[in-house]
């Protein structure tokens, strides 16, 4: 995974990203996504769902979401937005959750709108023109201003704010605890120890709010870890396959053929020959690439 620090607006996020897996994670920002190219299968809010191309999702802060991209590569536009950004502003929106079940379903007219700023938002961020703070955060206020008129929503209880920040922190330490050992041999009853919960119970929260048990989890970290060694190079398989934590090789060859329909050494091999492919590509190229002349060559105004 690359971090990406962004210093020109505190509270902002702004990237293109193509992938083809990202394990759950969480973050503290609540994440639009425009997918702008290809599909992605996403694993979320208890369910999995197929988003097509120029769907647009949003994801809560601290809600956990996973990502597969089944037939090739995926890019998106990501734009992430901590509450307090859009606090600073608009207070109630920290008591905020929209009823979205999959992607947000905006109506043609309404969908071209948003597209439109989020576009927009970009231009300004990625330009860095003078006073692009003012432009793209203007576009972003706009756009969340836009989302509490036309998809529905409700103000969160004060028990289930509190029972949101319990569920979210319990399953950041668990996230921090497989990134911390996800090398060596990991099990939940350790885990469930220093938590002081049972083992079933921590089970049933895995698998409640990552849709996979606690294994699985665990087998998409060293895969994701397995993908970055490949790609980073330098190191023979057998090596990556002990750095990122597989019990044995062939262990290690099956998480490979199940996630990518690929061996480890196909998927080297592939990597190998995709020249000029979009992930190597900067922010501007792709966001001229995509938007340069209008979105997919139609005008949005």
Not at 69 to 76: E, H, N, V
Not at 133 to 144: R, T
Request: aromatic share 12%.
């Amino acid at each position: 995974m690359e971090i990406i620090q962004h210093l020109q607006i505190p509270g902002v996020k702004l990237f293109f990203e193509t992938l083809e897996y990202r394990e759950a994670h969480i973050h503290t920002e609540i994440e639009l996504l425009w997918i702008v190219d290809g599909e992605l299968t996403v694993c979320s809010r208890g369910g999995e769902w197929l988003a097509e191309q120029d769907s647009i999702l949003l994801f809560h802060s601290m809600e956990p979401h996973e990502f597969h991209s089944r037939k090739g590569a995926c890019t998106f536009l990501c734009i992430q937005m901590l509450p307090s950004f859009l606090a600073h502003v608009f207070s109630p929106v920290r008591q905020i959750y929209f009823d979205v079940p999959r992607e947000i379903p905006f109506g043609e007219e309404q969908g071209k709108q948003f597209r439109k700023k989020l576009i927009q938002a970009a231009d300004w961020y990625l330009h860095k023109r003078l006073g692009h703070e003012l432009g793209c955060s203007g576009l972003l206020y706009l756009a969340v201003q836009q989302l509490l008129t036309d998809i529905p929503w409700h103000i969160q209880t004060k028990n289930e704010m509190s029972e949101q920040k319990r569920r979210s922190e319990r399953l950041e330490r668990l996230m921090e605890y497989v990134e911390q050992n996800y090398m060596h041999r990991i099990r939940l009853s350790d885990f469930a120890q220093q938590e002081g919960l049972s083992v079933g119970y921590l089970s049933h929260f895995v698998k409640k709010n990552l849709r996979q048990s606690f294994q699985e989890y665990v087998d998409s970290v060293r895969f994701q870890k397995a993908c970055r060694l490949v790609e980073l190079g330098g190191l023979r398989l057998l090596d990556v396959s002990e750095e990122s934590g597989f019990s044995d090789y062939r262990y290690f060859t099956r998480a490979f053929v199940r996630r990518t329909g690929k061996t480890p050494e196909e998927y080297r091999m592939d990597l190998e020959q995709q020249t000029g492919y979009p992930e190597h590509m900067n922010e501007l190229a792709l966001y001229a690439r995509y938007f340069g002349d209008g979105y997919g060559g139609k005008s949005l105004v």
